[in-house]
């Protein structure tokens, strides 16, 4: 979340908040493609966490990034806390523990999406190479205990911070020692964003088996294959999940809006001030009754932030988040765009999608999710592998790229940007399991190797 919104304009309705979503319908020859990855920063030297401050901090990397290529600076009071692109509309953000995210532009293809994620790599290298440090690609931090890893100062993370702890016992490392790779993707209207909220959450266990990498937490296997995404399983269960009511008759946006009203809130942004409210009703806001702002009502700021707030495995704010991957290579960064994109933006292969996943039951959608973290290819859904479900999946998204026909300078089409999905399950082994592997063999039974190997 690189800026919390500004718009001040009231809400005072339901129905104003229903509208809200709708305004987020487009033509499909609108339909763009946003994709966010976090990496995390690590020192060359030692292989440590990076701190803010300092002179080799990650405030020198922002001002080192906003002199290069010009973007705003996004502050929070006189701190430098991430930079905007108004031109292009991608921006930069801090996660809680440090983890440097960018979050792209909204572009037509693959290929844009591909160039983007190079062009910024590049730039963070000849920014963060002379400050001496560099960037991992994974899901999990793989050596730093939490009391390690540095804290980012940004109002909204305190409040979090200080909440977590009383809703779950993994909040804290989903926000400081986790990193993801996610594609935020649009829809043409209410029945376009329930059959692809569907499939998003039905096929979101795939996702995770098919990226699965964080295998090393404290510089020694966890036991998981993807433990960023088991630690979603007990981080803050009123805000994160499945969503099975999304499956029921009815959905459309007045459910979710339904839904997303019984979330607790964690703040109420004034100003530069946020203002801790964590497990407060949002109802409460709407009607003008909140303690914490006596007299006010919401605005679309207000509803906008604690939008940003809920965590489910498949978010809708005026777009659909895809949010069931680790952080991982450069390659991978591309893959996951490329995936969703050819089972979402191709009619034919949204239906194949659908047809695929329709019948599993709310308890066998559920199962899976439990099932993946640690089993990755290996869990079952309906009787079959994971694998198997997993070559159909992105068999189908190979052929709604081709579709597509989206071409770059060379003729090539989007379907190569599968090419890493295809290699992990022809071999039959995820990421996580490749590092297993190296640990346990050439490695030596160390997690040091890793800073060489994964880094960008």
Request: with cysteine.
């Amino acid at each position: 979340m690189a800026r919390d919104q500004i718009d001040t304009q009231p809400i005072e309705s339901r129905d104003e908040l229903v509208a809200w979503f709708e305004e987020g319908c487009k033509a499909p020859s609108k339909f763009r493609i946003g994709t966010e990855h976090e990496k995390f920063p690590f020192t060359l030297q030692g292989h440590d966490p990076v701190p803010y401050e300092g002179a080799n901090g990650i405030r020198a990397l922002l001002e080192g990034m906003q002199a290069l290529n010009g973007w705003e600076p996004i502050m929070e009071g006189s701190t430098i806390i991430g930079l905007a692109d108004n031109v292009g509309g991608g921006a930069i953000s801090l996660e809680p523990g440090g983890q440097f995210e960018l979050s792209g532009a909204p572009l037509v293809s693959i290929h844009e999406t591909c160039a983007e994620v190079n062009s910024h790599l590049t730039q963070v290298s000849n920014v963060a190479t002379p400050l001496g440090f560099g960037f991992l690609g994974l899901g999990m931090s793989p050596k730093w205990t939490l009391a390690e890893t540095p804290v980012m100062p940004k109002g909204r993370y305190k409040i979090m911070t200080n909440y977590m702890p009383k809703v779950g016992t993994r909040g804290l490392d989903m926000m400081y020692r986790t990193c993801t790779v996610q594609v935020n993707l649009d829809f043409a209207s209410e029945a376009d964003m329930v059959k692809k909220l569907r499939v998003g959450l039905a096929l979101q266990p795939i996702a995770t088996a098919l990226f699965a990498n964080s295998p090393f937490t404290e510089g020694r296997p966890n036991g998981f294959l993807s433990y960023r995404s088991e630690i979603w399983r007990d981080t803050d269960n009123n805000r994160a999940g499945m969503l099975p009511f999304a499956f029921e008759e009815g959905m459309g946006f007045e459910r979710y809006v339904d839904y997303a009203l019984d979330v607790p809130m964690y703040f109420i942004k004034r100003g530069d001030r946020y203002i801790d409210v964590a497990g407060s009703s949002f109802r409460d806001l709407l009607a003008g009754r909140h303690p914490a702002v006596p007299g006010e009502t919401a605005t679309v700021s207000d509803w906008a932030n604690h939008l940003s707030t809920i965590f489910p495995e498949v978010r809708l704010k005026r777009y659909l988040e895809m949010r069931g991957a680790d952080g991982g290579p450069w390659a991978n960064l591309c893959a996951l765009p490329a995936l969703w994109t050819g089972l979402y933006y191709d009619q034919s292969s949204l239906d194949a999608a659908w047809d695929l996943a329709k019948g599993w039951s709310a308890e066998q959608r559920q199962k899976l999710r439990d099932d993946v973290p640690r089993l990755a290819f290996k869990a079952e859904i309906a009787g079959r592998p994971v694998l198997e479900v997993a070559r159909d999946v992105v068999e189908i998204a190979r052929a709604g790229l081709a579709r597509r026909d989206y071409r770059d300078s060379q003729g090539r089409d989007e379907t190569r940007f599968l090419k890493p999905l295809e290699e992990s399950l022809a071999s039959g082994l995820t990421s996580a399991e490749v590092l297993l592997k190296r640990y346990a063999g050439e490695w030596n039974r160390s997690v040091e190797p890793i800073f060489d190997d994964c880094a960008y």
